[in-house]
């Protein structure tokens, strides 16, 4: 308990009576009773001296640049350590420059608290123009799982406790946590204080499955031919690992990753369809999905990718029981946690489950064996300009050398490419866009990864993609984390090579051509590299994660070596105006 003793133990022409607390040490305090030792931020009006004190209680406080970064950090640190991140920030435009991690967060099912000061109530709510007036309640319910305001300090612990509850259980998501200015300073007495603070017990309890759909599950996947596993993000973010590897091997039934699921088993276990994905999804009769949504990322479960109508039954592991039937029917529901829910099923095979049949394994495993062949060559290439894939394969045998560093990964092609050509050996080893192909994680996710995990992270970036967060390499560099940034520097946007047709200005594509992004490490004191070759990439990044100082690397790419958009290139709309032959 931090009492405001404390504050005139170190600062004594503060005169306070010794057994009062106030709504600053009570925040910080609830926030440590649950084990939260990170607040992730950037300070200013209310909250500079939370930020502060926090930090003068112990708690680590990451200040950064820009809050979106911030909350991306937090956002990520939730995914990590199923405890929920926090992002801390000042009002109106603070607040509005953090939702955007807010709600990608909720998106994502990644538990995380944005915490922002906000003006006066009175004011706001008679519009009467306050310093950085806003409803900021209103504007973040439809954005995250819960919202709550505390306006008194004896509610402060619940208030807390509510916000961890909502971000932890069932699906996890983002909560907004409102705390007016008047808020921090409200005095009372810290005994009282003290007994108003809660300890979330077991905030995020196991939800065990129905025997009866575990029963449903397991006679779907006995009758199947050709059964297929798809592992998503939800499994990992469960950290049931052995149990989940163990259902694999088990069952025999082969996998496919979501991209944030690789590395659960390696990229290189036997079962790993990976490389097979078209044909995995296409062929397969029976999938059991676990903690992956039949959303776009998986064409909704229908159409072209899954074969013909009606020819694929899907099993759903999931906690959130309205993810049934989201897309296409699920024949066989599974709803609760996914560590109860696979070792449920895994209980339920027992000795005389039959493996599925050996032409189905064979099938997958010829033609993952085909497309690592015929990708093989490509990845050696020590042309300069690189192309995409050459670079990547250097990047390849970087991450195998090192299976526990963290890889942040975003952009287009530089993305599609990376997450198809860089296995991954361990779990949550590989942070990116997520569901919804944002760009602009990059530096929060990386500073996160290092801070949560004292792991070396290696971020590989589109020059695009990188130029979101950039700033926050002086962040990095600051802290002295552990990250290694490869900027891959096509000149533009897809590609380098656009021009604009009237001839006036730059094409909306492109950046500054032949731009040296290691030179903004170097203004900070981190290291630059400035690389053309794979040989080179080679040499800078392994130097790099080395030293374990920040660093970046300006990786030259061929700008013609782009495609739009990467491989999503059909999403884009087309003109329905055809051009006069
Ligand atoms: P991906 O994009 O990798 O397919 P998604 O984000 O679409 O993954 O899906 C993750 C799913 O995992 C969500 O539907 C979420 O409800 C579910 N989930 C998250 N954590 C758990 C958990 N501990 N137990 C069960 N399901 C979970
Ligand atoms: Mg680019």
Request: proline share 6%; net charge negative; charged share 20%.
């Amino acid at each position: 308990m931090t009492a405001v003793a404390k504050i005139v133990h170190n600062t004594p022409e503060i005169e306070a009576e010794p057994d009062l607390t106030d709504g600053f040490h009570l925040v910080i305090d609830a926030l440590k009773l649950n084990g939260i030792e990170t607040i992730y931020g950037v300070p200013g009006i209310p909250i500079t001296d939370l930020g502060r004190m926090a930090q003068a209680e112990g708690m680590r406080v990451i200040s950064f640049r820009h809050e979106q970064h911030a909350g991306n950090a937090a956002a990520i640190a939730g995914f990590l350590t199923q405890k929920p991140g926090i992002c801390l920030t000042v009002s109106a435009p603070g607040f509005l420059n953090g939702l955007t991690a807010l709600a990608n967060a909720t998106t994502n099912c990644f538990p995380m608290i944005l915490i922002s000061g906000s003006s006066e109530r009175e004011i706001v709510d008679l519009q009467q123009g306050d310093y950085e007036e806003m409803d900021q309640l209103a504007i973040a319910k439809p954005l995250c799982k819960a919202a709550f305001r505390v306006l008194h300090a004896a509610d402060i612990g619940i208030g807390v406790a509510r916000a961890i509850r909502a971000a932890c259980s069932g699906r996890p998501g983002g909560v907004y946590l409102d705390l007016p200015a008047k808020l921090f300073a409200q005095v009372m007495d810290a005994e009282a204080g003290r007994q108003s603070l809660v300890k979330v017990i077991d905030p995020a309890p196991a939800q065990r499955p129905a025997p009866e759909a575990i029963a449903r599950a397991l006679d779907v996947l006995k009758s199947a031919k050709r059964p297929l596993i798809v592992l998503g993000k939800g499994a990992a973010y469960a950290q049931a690992d052995e149990a989940i590897r163990a259902l694999v091997e088990t069952s025999g039934i082969p996998y496919v990753p979501m991209s944030m699921a690789k590395g659960l088993l390696p990229d290189t276990h036997p079962l790993s369809a990976g490389a097979a994905r078209s044909t995995a999804l296409k062929d397969s009769d029976v999938v059991l999905l676990i903690g992956a949504r039949l959303n776009w990322l998986l064409s909704h479960g229908k159409g072209k990718s899954w074969g013909e109508p009606g020819s694929t039954k899907f099993i759903q592991i999931d906690i959130e029981p309205r993810e049934m039937d989201s897309n296409v029917e699920i024949v066989a529901p599974v709803v609760g946690d996914i560590a109860s829910c696979v070792q449920a099923l895994l209980d339920g095979m027992g000795k005389g489950w039959q493996q599925p049949p050996s032409d189905w394994i064979e099938t997958l495993k010829t033609k993952r064996d085909a497309n690592i062949a015929k990708m093989a060559p490509k990845l050696m290439s020590n042309a300069s300009p690189m192309t995409f894939h050459a670079a990547l394969g250097a990047l390849r045998t970087i991450v195998k050398e090192r299976p526990d560093a963290i890889l942040v990964n975003e952009g287009a092609n530089t993305l599609d490419l990376a997450r198809g050509i860089i296995d991954m050996y361990q779990p949550r080893k590989r942070l990116d866009v997520g569901t919804w192909g944002i760009m602009g994680i990059g530096m929060g996710f990386a500073v996160a990864a290092a801070v949560e995990t004292g792991k070396p992270v290696l971020c590989v970036e589109g020059d695009s993609a990188f130029g979101f967060s950039g700033m926050e390499v002086e962040t990095i560099c600051r802290y002295g984390l552990p990250v290694c940034i490869v900027v891959f520097n096509n000149n533009g946007i897809y590609r380098g090579t656009d021009t604009d047709p009237t001839g006036r200005d730059p094409a909306t594509t492109v950046f500054v051509p032949d731009s040296r992004y290691d030179r903004m490490m170097e203004a900070f004191g981190g290291v630059g590299y400035h690389v053309t070759t794979p040989d080179e990439l080679t040499r800078a990044v392994n130097e790099a994660m080395n030293s374990g100082r920040p660093a970046l690397v300006n990786a030259v790419i061929d700008p013609a070596a782009g495609s739009e958009s990467g491989n999503i290139g059909s999403l884009n709309p087309q003109s329905g105006i055809k051009k006069k032959k």
